[in-house]
T-cell receptor, first 111, second 112 residues
Framework: DQQVKQNSPSLSVQEGRISILNCDYT??????FLWYKKYPAEGPTFLIS?????DKNEDGRFTVFLNKSAKHLSLHIVPSQPGDSAVYFC??????????FGKGTLLTVNP | NAGVTQTPKFQVLKTGQSMTLQCAQD?????MYWYRQDPGMGLRLIYY???????DKGEVPNGYNVSRLNKREFSLRLESAAPSQTSVYFC???????????FGDGTRLSIL
């Protein structure tokens, strides 16, 4: 049973517009959430994180929102750039510090 | 600025052969991890080492063994490879078990 779900396998947006990537989780014990970005033939790269005690964290063009009651988080990229085209993984950390990853969303930013 | 280095990058094995995947990090991190990624799947944790001298099972440990050789190195061994172990294997490290993980570029392993 998937504890971290990214229900959109792919997303396509125009350069300059907002990209919104979504992630849902089922385990209420998760206390820390991360987003990773992955280019082909490379390992995932850490992007941004949020603790369960917060509802928003910003880093430049990237903002992560957490809605604990809905067990939902989202990553906003504004403005989107062609170099942002990659697979984005949502991950959640449980009480044993292990990360559980979603299946990923392929973001394509069109020039 | 190497970060996490995995060797080899590619490998083809026959069923029943053994293989050790190597991983080394130069960031003086305490924790290290091995994941596998299969098509259409997220990364799944095989084993991890929270600190030098300790190892623990992750989500999918069957068919694998690990060795935390020292603080820098964490190897993954397949004793008798099976086609179901065809995958991309990623090693990662972090300062501690509750810090963001940094990944290597992966080892693409095919078992025939």
């Amino acid at each position: 049973d998937q504890q971290v779900k990214q229900n959109s396998p792919s997303l396509s947006v125009q350069e300059g517009r907002i990209s919104i990537l979504n992630c849902d989780y089922t385990n209420s014990m998760f206390d820390y959430f991360l987003w990773y970005k992955k280019y082909p033939a490379e390992g995932p790269t850490f992007l941004i994180s949020i603790s369960s005690i917060k509802d928003k964290n910003e880093d430049g063009r990237f903002t992560v929102f957490l809605n604990k009651s809905a067990k939902h988080l989202s990553l906003h990229i504004v403005p989107s750039q062609p170099g942002d085209s990659a697979v984005y993984f949502c991950a959640a950390r449980g009480s044993n510090y292990k990360l559980t990853f979603g299946k990923g969303t392929l973001l394509t930013v069109n020039p | 600025n190497a970060g996490v280095t995995q060797t080899p990058k590619f490998q083809v094995l026959k069923t029943g052969q053994s293989m050790t995947l190597q991983c080394a990090q130069d960031m003086n991190h305490n924790s290290m991890y091995w994941y596998r990624q299969d098509p259409g799947m997220g990364l799944r944790l095989i084993y991890y080492s929270a600190s030098e001298g300790t190892t623990d099972k992750g989500e999918v440990p069957n068919g694998y063994n690990v060795s935390r050789l020292n603080k820098r190195e964490f190897s993954l061994r397949l004793e008798s490879a099976a086609p179901s172990q065809t995958s991309v294997y990623f090693c990662a490290s972090s300062e501690g078990p509750n810090q963001p993980q940094h990944f290597g570029d992966g080892t693409r392993l095919s078992i025939l």
